[in-house]
Structures are given as structure tokens and as C-alpha cells.
Nanobody, 125 residues
Framework: QVRLVESGGGSVQAGGSLRLSCAAS????????MAWFRRAPGRDREFVAA??????DYADSVKGRFTISRDNAKNTLDLQMISLKPEDTALYYC????????????????????WGQGTQVTVSS
């Protein structure tokens, strides 16, 4: 059974930092796409960042502030977030898919087969 478990969320003030981690179990995603999405209250789920074989992509709203990284040995996916803004407040989800995807394909939640339960990030002004 594949499981994705997020951790590292919390409450910070604007300008602060957090590091999210997603631990995958049940299979390896070494050559697959893993990503972070988020859902803010009253808004649709949105793409944040993705990783495929060291290829990375980011939403425009987080470029330069968020960094996605992968540890294949540990089967984990991290998201380092700096210069956090109140608009980053959301429930952050880890997602993974069996196949490798690149470019615009990674933006769609439809390609991801596996999802975590989410970790809450709250940024106060």
C-alpha cells in the first residue's frame, strides 16, 4: 500500500520559513514525478512545485522563495519555504505519480495517483 505522509507545517509570521517533508512508503518514486499542491480556504487546489529526475518546476507565485528537493535513498520529498507571505496560508499536499511527467503536465492534479492527507501552513501578517 502506497502512503504519503506530510510533516513540517505550522504557524509563522510573514517573512518566516518552514520546511515541509513528505515521506513515501510502499513503492519507490525515484524515476517518477512528485509534487506539492496547496488548497487555501475557499479556493481551488493549486500546483506549487514538482520534481522529476532532478527536473523542477514551480508556480510563479512561489518562484525564488520555495525550493523542492528529493532524497531518493530516503524516499522523501521536501519543500523549503522562505519569505513566507499570508497568501501562502493553505493546506499543503504531497502528490506522486507512477510515470515521469515534465513541463505543463506536472501542473495538473489529474496525473497524480497518490496523495497525502496534507499539512497546514499558516502565515500571519
Amino acid at each position: 500500500q502506497v502512503r504519503l505522509v506530510e510533516s513540517g507545517g505550522g504557524s509563522v509570521q510573514a517573512g518566516g520559513s518552514l520546511r515541509l517533508s513528505c515521506a513515501a512508503s510502499g513503492r519507490s518514486f525515484t524515476y517518477s514525478t512528485m509534487a506539492w499542491f496547496r488548497r487555501a480556504p475557499g479556493r481551488d487546489r493549486e500546483f506549487v512545485a514538482a520534481w522529476t529526475n532532478a527536473y523542477t518546476d514551480y508556480a510563479d507565485s512561489v518562484k525564488g522563495r520555495f525550493t523542492i528537493s528529493r532524497d531518493n535513498a530516503k524516499n522523501t520529498l521536501d519543500l523549503q519555504m522562505i519569505s513566507l507571505k499570508p497568501e501562502d496560508t493553505a493546506l499543503y499536499y504531497c502528490a506522486a505519480t507512477s510515470g515521469p511527467y515534465y513541463n505543463h503536465r506536472v501542473y495538473s492534479g489529474d496525473v497524480y495517483e497518490y496523495w497525502g492527507q496534507g499539512t497546514q501552513v499558516t502565515v500571519s501578517s
